[in-house]
């Protein structure tokens, strides 16, 4: 029997951290497939858990209402969430508008798990959602019982993976829009899907590339000034004292520690044994740095 509890404790424990498939639930026969930049995503529906959810997202998936709708935020760990259809490339018609009632939550002991799919409302309001949903991408369980669950991914997160890799402001926004270009109510699960694919961003709007910009250039400076310094010290050097000359050793060491320094940063961050040197070689240039105040030896 103590076997048996294991178990039961073992496969429990799974579903809690996110790692087993959503929970069994009996989904709806018809599926809301996104057509989007990145590729098709597959919504799986729970109608014996959120009726009047389903009921709605199917009304207005059928009326196109979402079609041309984004994923304006994408959290990693966290969700990734569609606008609402007011939000959407082209205005809605007005059968479109008076389908979009706002309904009453439906909450229920699904928990918010990787893939779950989750209703937006209005903070102060619970009964508030209309047309905004998330897709889950982590385990939140401080949702459960604010939010309605209606439903999960059931094919094409590869394509949900597409967006995490594009760059984000700082409120998780993406630098591009995530469009979905249609939604399409099918019958079944569809036999074949596109499949994920990149989604380009140009480089003036990628802040990796920006960075790099602005790192070449600071390189360039920088070897500028040694190169500079070290003619000047070239020539120079019968005219400089000793303790000039050394000056100049000196500044060459200690622009290229920091030029060394802005390149490794990046690893610096994520290696404990480079942060440890690193913080070394600043020890080390500031004891060289002690060397101007030190007169010549005789």
């Given amino acids: 029997m103590k076997g048996k509890y294991i178990l039961q404790f073992l496969v429990l424990t799974f579903i809690n951290l996110g790692f087993a498939a959503p929970v069994a639930k009996k989904t709806a026969e018809e599926r809301i497939v996104l057509h ?9 529906l729970y109608p014996d858990v959120a009726p009047k959810h389903v009921e709605q997202l199917l009304r207005l998936a059928k009326l196109r209402a979402f079609d041309g709708i984004h994923f304006y935020r994408v959290h990693t760990g966290f969700l990734a969430q569609l606008s609402t259809v007011e939000d959407r490339l082209t205005p809605l018609t007005e059968e479109q508008r008076r389908a979009i009632k706002k309904i009453p939550a439906e909450f229920s002991t699904i928990s918010h798990q990787y893939g779950q799919l989750t209703m937006a409302r209005q903070d102060n309001d619970v009964d508030s959602a209309e047309t905004s949903f998330s897709i889950m991408l982590g385990s939140a369980p401080h949702l459960d019982g604010k939010y309605t669950i209606f439903g999960f991914v059931e094919d094409g997160f590869e394509s949900v993976n597409e967006f995490l890799k594009v760059p984000q402001g700082v409120n998780h926004d993406p630098v591009v829009r995530l469009t979905v270009n249609q939604a399409e109510v099918i019958k079944g699960r569809p036999l074949l899907i596109a499949k994920a694919r990149p989604i380009v961003v140009p480089p003036n709007l990628n802040p990796a590339t920006d960075n790099s910009k602005k790192l070449s250039v600071a390189l360039a400076v920088g ?41 490794a940063l990046p690893s610096v961050k994520s290696t404990p044994i480079l942060s440890a040197l690193t913080m070394l070689g600043i020890l080390a240039m500031f004891r060289l740095m002690t060397q101007f105040e030190m007169p010549d030896q005789k």
């Fill in 36 to 44: 989007t930049d990145a590729g098709d995503i597959v919504l799986a």
């Fill in 223 to 263: 070897l500028l000034l040694i190169i500079l310094n070290s003619i000047l010290t070239f020539f120079f050097s019968a005219k400089f004292s000793r303790q000039k000359l050394k000056s100049l050793v000196l500044i060459n060491v200690l622009i290229a520690g920091f030029l060394i320094l802005l390149v």
